[in-house]
């Protein structure tokens, strides 16, 4: 199995299925600012989705390039760390999670530094 080509398709059907949820029930129960944090968190997941996607199409043409490997478990890591947050922090009202949010966008970033990084080294 490849890992990451899973991750982006799971992460893809959740980003969806967390988007209708939000669209269809959190928005009777959520004041607007916290559906659009909520509605953030869907946007970057889904975004880092088909990046998992694409790292694991490339990982898979290229197993030996560590670098899409450290790429795609970062993808991975910022969507938990950052949407996650952002879904708990819009559900629940708790405001420290803001402060671990950035974490996430830390994780995003170094995964796209890999993710091209590795490209030039492929080609």
Same mark, same amino acid.
């Given at each position: 199995?490849?890992? !990451?080509? !899973?991750?982006?398709?799971?992460?893809?059907?959740?980003?969806?299925?967390?988007?209708? !949820?939000?669209?269809?029930?959190l928005e009777r129960k959520l004041d607007p600012g916290a559906l659009e944090i909520w509605q953030t968190g869907v946007k970057y997941e889904m975004f880092h989705a088909a990046a998992l996607l694409a790292v694991g199409i490339l990982a898979g043409k290229h197993p030996e390039n560590p670098l899409l490997n450290w790429s795609g478990w970062l993808f991975f890591a910022g969507i938990i760390i950052f949407s996650g947050s952002l879904y708990i922090l819009s559900a629940s009202g708790f405001r420290a999670l803001g402060a671990v949010t950035p974490v996430g966008g830390v994780c995003f970033l170094i995964a796209w530094l890999l993710l091209m990084i590795a490209s030039a080294k492929l080609g």
């Open positions: 199995m490849n890992i !990451f080509l !899973f991750l982006g398709a799971l992460n893809g059907f959740l980003s969806v299925a967390l988007g209708a !949820f939000g669209a269809h029930v």
